[in-house]
């Protein structure tokens, strides 16, 4: 069966310092991989995603991540945190034709001064 | 840009209650989603929607059920409510963009059951 795992719950990053959320997931063919950003109280905004060409995708807000396949991984990188950043952050894959998705747990991001 | 609008962003009802959540998207999406989310879980599915009338159980449908009369509207159901169910729960509709399905999410309710 499908699975993501994001195996950080929590991370405190300092503004200005970089920041990189790990994302590592189980399916048999090509992903379709996906990073969502969380603000508090609101609903799921799409960073960005990938399913196929390049392996190291842009984002919004500044944010790129890239695909290894030999490491089953779909990090998540940022140069330079600031402080509107901290959010919840979920990794997802696309499981079937009809667009189901399996989500990690989440990671939370808190940025310090 | 494409809008997915949940009627209530907090709600709070008693045990035993039946409680409707509305969810409507204004971009003539075919599928639509309602997940559960909690601290810890992600988000679980509950049920999705490929059509009109049509569904389909997702990954925790217990307790729950749906509708979609209309393509831009799919409502949870909590038949009974029970404190279990307290939670925040998203809605979320989807479309192929270039063969790849993308899901764009509601604000969220927050439901309480008492």
């Known amino acids: 069966a499908q699975s993501v795992t994001q195996p950080d719950i929590h991370i405190t990053v300092s503004e200005g310092a970089s920041l990189e959320l790990r994302c590592n997931y189980s399916?048999?063919?090509?992903?379709?991989l996906f990073w969502y950003v969380q603000s508090p109280g609101q609903g799921l905004q799409l960073l960005l995603k990938y399913f196929s060409g390049d392996t190291l995708v842009q984002g919004i807000k500044g944010f790129e991540a890239e695909f290894k396949r030999s490491q089953s991984s779909f990090n998540l990188r940022k140069p330079s945190v600031h402080w509107s950043d901290a959010a919840e952050y979920f990794c997802a894959v696309a499981t079937d034709s009809w667009g189901k998705f399996q989500f990690g747990a989440g990671t939370q991001v808190v940025v310090t001064p | 840009d494409v809008k997915v609008t949940q009627s209530s962003r907090y709600l709070v009802k008693r045990t035993g209650e039946k409680v409707f959540l509305e969810c409507v998207q204004d971009?003539?999406?075919?599928?639509m989603f309602w997940y559960r989310q909690d601290p810890g879980l992600g988000l679980r599915l509950i049920y999705f929607?490929?059509?009109?009338?049509?569904?389909e159980k997702g990954d925790i449908p217990e307790g729950y059920s749906v509708s979609r009369e209309k393509k831009e509207r799919f409502s949870l159901i909590l038949e009974s409510a029970s404190t279990n169910q307290t939670s925040m729960y998203l809605c979320?509709?989807?479309?192929?963009?270039?063969?790849?399905?993308?899901?764009?999410f509601g604000a969220g309710t927050r439901l309480s059951v008492l």
């Open positions: 979320a509709s989807s479309a192929l963009d270039r063969g790849l399905n993308i899901q764009y």
């Open positions: 399916y048999g063919a090509t992903p379709y």
């Open positions: 929607s490929y059509d009109v009338k049509m569904k």
């Open positions: 971009m003539d999406h075919e599928n």
